[in-house]
C-alpha cells in the first residue's frame, strides 16, 4: 500500500473553519429526508443524461456524459450507514465523476436497514455489478463508492476478480470498530460520532459477526490485483478504515489534511474536492484504458 498525503491549502483551512463553526452552532438531524437534501446541492455536472434503469433486478440512476467509451462502465454504491441514501440523491455526484472520467455510472438504489439488514446491501450491488456485464454487455466495471458503499465496493472487489478497480471514498471497512482513530480522531471529526456508527452498525448486522468479511472487508484477505485508490480526510474518525485496508502494493491511499468525510462531495466548498476528483477521473481512465 502507498500513502500520499495532501496539505490542506489556504483556502480550504477557511472553508474548513466555516463549516465547523455552523456545524456546532447548527447541528443537522439525519433522517432519510434531510441526508437526501444534502446530497443533492451537489451541483450537476454539465452533459451528463440521467435516466432511471435497473440492472440486475436492482433499480437505480445512470449517470451517461454525452463523451463515452462503449463497454466500459462504473458501479457506484453510495453511503449512509446502510440506513440512508438513494440514487436519485447521489445521481449530481455521481454524474460529476462520469462527467470528468468519461465513464458512464450506475448508482444502485441497494435495500437498505433495517427494514433489510445484511447481507441485503451486498446481494444488491453484486447483482447490480453481474448485470453491468451480463445485461448491458459492460467489459470493463469499476467499483466506486462511500463510507458504507465503499466497505461494499471493496468487499465486492475481493468477491469478483473480474471488476477492473475501485476507487473507495472514506470507506467504512470495519464495523467491529477497533481502529484507533475512532478516538484519536474524535475532537478532530466534525461529521461521525462513535457512538452514531456502533448503533448503525447494529441496525444492519443485528446478531451477526461484525468481522465477517463480507460486512467488513478489512478483515479479508489482504491481496488481490485489481488496482484501488483511496481518499480520506485525515481528521476523520474513519481514517484507519483507509490505513490498515492492506499491503499489496496495487492500493494507493490519498489522506488529505482536515478533510471531512467523504469530502470530494463538497465540490463547491474545498479545492481538495476538486483535487481529488481529477485524481480519480485520471485513475478510472488510465485503468479502464480510455
Not at 449530481?92 to 445484511?118: C, K, M, W
Request: charged share 20%.
Amino acid at each position: 500500500m502507498t500513502e500520499i498525503r495532501h496539505a490542506l491549502t489556504a483556502a480550504d483551512r477557511t472553508a474548513m473553519t466555516t463549516m465547523r463553526a455552523m456545524l456546532a452552532a447548527t447541528p443537522v438531524a439525519i433522517t432519510r429526508a434531510s441526508y437526501d437534501k444534502l446530497l443533492e446541492q451537489v451541483p450537476p455536472a454539465d452533459a451528463v443524461a440521467y435516466s432511471e434503469s435497473n440492472v440486475g433486478g436492482v433499480p437505480g440512476v445512470w449517470c451517461e456524459p454525452a463523451s463515452h467509451r462503449a463497454g466500459v462502465a462504473m458501479l457506484y454504491l453510495h453511503g449512509g450507514v446502510f440506513a440512508y441514501g438513494t440514487a436519485h440523491a447521489y445521481r449530481n455526484f455521481a454524474g460529476q465523476i462520469a462527467a470528468r472520467s468519461g465513464v458512464p455510472a450506475f448508482v444502485a438504489d441497494y435495500r437498505l436497514a433495517p427494514e433489510h439488514t445484511f447481507p441485503a446491501a451486498l446481494d444488491d450491488a453484486r447483482a447490480a455489478y453481474r448485470g453491468l456485464t451480463t445485461q448491458f454487455g459492460a467489459r470493463h466495471v469499476a467499483l466506486v463508492g462511500d463510507s458504507a458503499g465503499g466497505g461494499l465496493a471493496l468487499s465486492l472487489l475481493r468477491e469478483e476478480p473480474g471488476a477492473r478497480c475501485g476507487v473507495l471514498l472514506s470507506p467504512w471497512t470495519d464495523l467491529a470498530l477497533t481502529g484507533g482513530s475512532l478516538e484519536s480522531k474524535a475532537a478532530d471529526d466534525p461529521l461521525l460520532t462513535r457512538a452514531a456508527l456502533e448503533a448503525s452498525a447494529r441496525q444492519y448486522l443485528g446478531d451477526h459477526d461484525p468481522r465477517d468479511p463480507r460486512a467488513s472487508p478489512l478483515y479479508g484477505p489482504a491481496g488481490g490485483t485489481a488496482p484501488i485508490q483511496v481518499h480520506v480526510g485525515i481528521a476523520e474518525i474513519l481514517l484507519d478504515d483507509s490505513l490498515r485496508l492492506g499491503s499489496h502494493d496495487r492500493i494507493e491511499v490519498h489522506a488529505w489534511e482536515d478533510m471531512p468525510h467523504v469530502f470530494p462531495s463538497n465540490i463547491g466548498l474545498f479545492e481538495a474536492a476538486r483535487s481529488a476528483l481529477d485524481l480519480i477521473a485520471g485513475f478510472l481512465r488510465a485503468e479502464l484504458a480510455i
